[in-house]
């Protein structure tokens, strides 16, 4: 729902660095398909490209970046996802 909410609001939305499984649920649950980010750098170009960049990614994945929002938590099985944004305050 929260997903549907960013979309509808304009919101371009990529994975970063996602698993095999993370990309194939997001494809079933979703209904299409969303880019993916491998690399730090081409994530940080990503978010700051824009006022509605969202990156879903493993929390563990991201926490140690800077310049980031934490827009939304959510768990999966035993892992925690997060919605981030830049940080236009920085």
């Known amino acids: 729902q ?3 909410t960013l979309q509808s609001e304009g919101a371009r939305i ?3 660095r996602p698993s095999e499984r993370i990309r194939g649920a997001a494809v079933f649950y979703l209904k299409r398909t969303i880019s993916i980010i491998k ?3 081409r994530l940080k170009d990503f978010l700051r490209s824009g006022k509605m960049a969202v ?3 493993r929390k563990a994945k991201v926490k140690h ?3 980031l929002v934490i ?3 959510f768990p999966i099985g035993s892992r925690t996802f ?3 944004k830049d940080n236009p305050l920085d």
Do not use: R
């Open 71 to 73: 827009m939304k938590t």
């Open 55 to 57: 990156a879903i990614s």
């Open 2 to 4: 929260y997903f549907e």
């Open 14 to 16: 990529s994975l970063f």
């Open 82 to 84: 997060v919605f981030v």
């Open 39 to 41: 690399e730090e750098e």
């Open 65 to 67: 970046l800077d310049n």
